[in-house]
Structures are given as C-alpha cells and as structure tokens.
C-alpha cells in the first residue's frame, strides 16, 4: 500500500497542468503523483503521457464532476493517504512532510490542509482556503486569513497549527479510507462547499480536522468558475442550505433555516444592486431547487452525533462583519 497519493483530477486543464505540474512533480517526490482525467477534450491526455510518463494517469470517458470524479478515484486506489489537489496549485518545497506528520501523530485526526496563499499575489491568503475554515452559528463559511470579501495579508499571524472545521478542498489531505467510509463528496453538490460538507461529516464521526501552516502552497484560484458568474453564486447559495439541512443539529435546524433563507433574501437585493439581476435571480433558482429537492438532501441526514468539541465560532458572522466591522479572524471569538 502507498503512504500517500497526490491526486489532480483534470477537466480542459492543460494550461494549468503546463503551469504547475513540474512544481507538483518535483516537490512531491517519494510520493505518488496522479492524474485524473475527467472526460477531458483538449489535449491533456496526450500532454500527460507524453510530457509526464512517470505521472499515474486515471482516464475517465465522461466529465463525473468535481465530487463524482473524485469519488470514484480515490476508490481506484491503495494509498493510506491522499491529496485533493486542484490543477491550479503551485506547491512549495517541503510541502507534503508537515502534514503528513500532524496525520499521524494521532488517530483520530483524518484531514488536514496547509497555509493557501494567493498565487497571484503571493503575499495575500487565497480566497478558498487560507489557513484553516471554519463556518458561524448559521452556517456561513469563513477562514483564518478570509472573511467574506475582505482577504488579509499574511503576515505570520495564523502560523500555529490547530483544529479547523474544515479544510479546503484545493488542496485536501485525508485518511482515504475515512473518505470513502463516509461516502466521499456529495456529488449533489457539484461544486462549492462539498469539502465543508465533508469535514462537518469527519467531525460528526468524532474525528478532528487540522491546518498546518508550515506548510505553504499557492493558490490561483476561480480557475474552474470565475466569481463573477452567476452560476457561482447560485452554487454557493443553494449549497450554503444544502450544508445546513443535511448536517445541524435537527431543533436548530427548525428555526436556523428559516432565518437563513430571509438572509438570502436579503443578500439578493444587495447582490441584484451591486452584482446586477442576474446573481439576485440566481439567488432565487437557488432557493427554488432547494425547495424541489428538500426531502432529497433532508434523508441525506445521517445518524451521527456532533463532536463534542467541534471548532465552530460563536455568533453571526454577518453581524460581527457588517454591523461590529469586525472583519478579520483574529477579531472574532471561536467556540470550544
């Protein structure tokens, strides 16, 4: 059996792979490195085969998606360990080891990821990711380094390694095993929050989730679905719900739904102003399959308790971003 496979699942991603292949290849070794086309009709394949003969290639006839792709890889594997890498990641010499190690310096931590920072503006933390995530009372997803819109610039100041509720899915490292116990990615989603739906997963196992920021990588970041499209703010509205109606606690569920969708209501006003109509109607097709597809996602819920000691912050983010001004991490308080 492997230690440990990096695993690039691919779709059209030639121009990344020629980008940030040779860092993946050079600094992952004795590591293996695997490719996963995914219905691919540029000329990756042939790029990989060629360019890259001692890179594992896993070729699929059809597009499966993010988490159906993934899914059906990592069952297609022997490794103790594997990595979720995006094919828009540039590693960092060194960058496997750390993690590895806080891996298995316990049994029950079965995810981790290291410090993304933003490979367009090396200074600043990546969107997707930063230093750990961690999501608020109702469910909104924020990071060490991210809130919202607002992206600090790393300074050292989320340096120390510790529990996060989840762990970016651009670059994941988990127990494969736990991974496919669990059920892998809800493929449901498609894209936007299967790796938070993931980790919520992990930690209702009684599992913990780890960051390890002395480990550094590079993150481009929008290379699959540009922010600006409307396509992504429909898939992060209705998997924002989706997130909630198949993991919390089921009486909070009761009113903590509720209240989030008004919320959205509200965002789709401020989006249809600021963003323009089109993301305020993506806002309302969201809500639209969440509401054909509730009794769907609703059987989803698995029987498992909440950890006792899950890593979530206390309170609404958006009162403490948009009303108290508190914008960064280090400003907010974490629940224990």
């Known amino acids: 059996m492997e230690k440990l496979s990096v695993v690039l699942l691919n779709f059209n991603g030639q121009h990344h792979l020629k980008n940030f292949l040779p860092s993946v290849t050079q600094y992952s070794k004795p590591y293996q490195v695997v490719v996963v086309d995914n219905g691919s009709t540029d000329d990756s394949v042939a790029f990989i085969e060629s360019s890259y003969p001692d890179v594992q290639l896993i070729k699929f006839k059809e597009n499966h998606g993010f988490s159906g792709g993934y899914n059906k890889a990592l069952g297609l594997l022997d490794s103790e360990y594997v990595v979720l890498l995006n094919t828009d990641v540039e590693v960092t010499p060194n960058w496997i080891n750390p ?13 981790a990821q290291p410090k ?4 367009k503006a090396k200074e600043y933390f990546e969107y997707a990711g930063a230093s750990g995530g961690y999501i608020d009372d109702l469910g909104y997803p924020l990071c060490r380094g991210r809130i919202f819109q607002t992206i600090e610039k790393d300074n050292g100041q989320y340096d120390e390694a510790g529990e996060v509720f989840w762990a970016s899915g651009s670059c994941l490292f988990v127990d494969r095993k736990t991974y496919l116990d ?39 970041g929008g290379g699959t679905l540009d922010k600006s499209k409307p396509k992504k703010t429909y898939l992060n509205f209705r998997n924002g719900l989706s997130l909630l109606i198949k993991n919390e606690d089921g009486l909070k569920l009761i009113w903590k739904l509720p209240l989030r969708i008004f919320l959205d209501w509200v965002a789709l006003i401020k989006f249809s102003i600021e963003s323009g109509p089109q993301h305020g109607l993506a806002i309302l097709k969201a809500h639209i399959h969440t509401l054909i597809h509730f009794s769907k996602t609703f059987k989803k819920r698995e029987a498992l308790k909440n950890h006792p000691k899950i890593p979530r912050l206390k309170g609404w983010i958006i009162i403490s971003y948009f009303v108290s001004g508190r914008k960064k991490y280090s400003q907010l308080r974490k629940e224990t």
């Open 99 to 111: 993690v590895l190690e806080q891996l298995e310096s316990s049994e029950d931590i079965k995810a």
């Open 116 to 119: 993304i920072l933003d490979q």
């Open 182 to 220: 669990l059920g892998g990615l809800d493929v449901d989603f498609f894209a936007h929050m299967e790796e938070i739906d993931l980790c919520w997963r992990i930690w209702r196992s009684h599992y913990r989730i780890m960051v390890v920021p002395k480990s550094t990588v590079y993150h481009v």
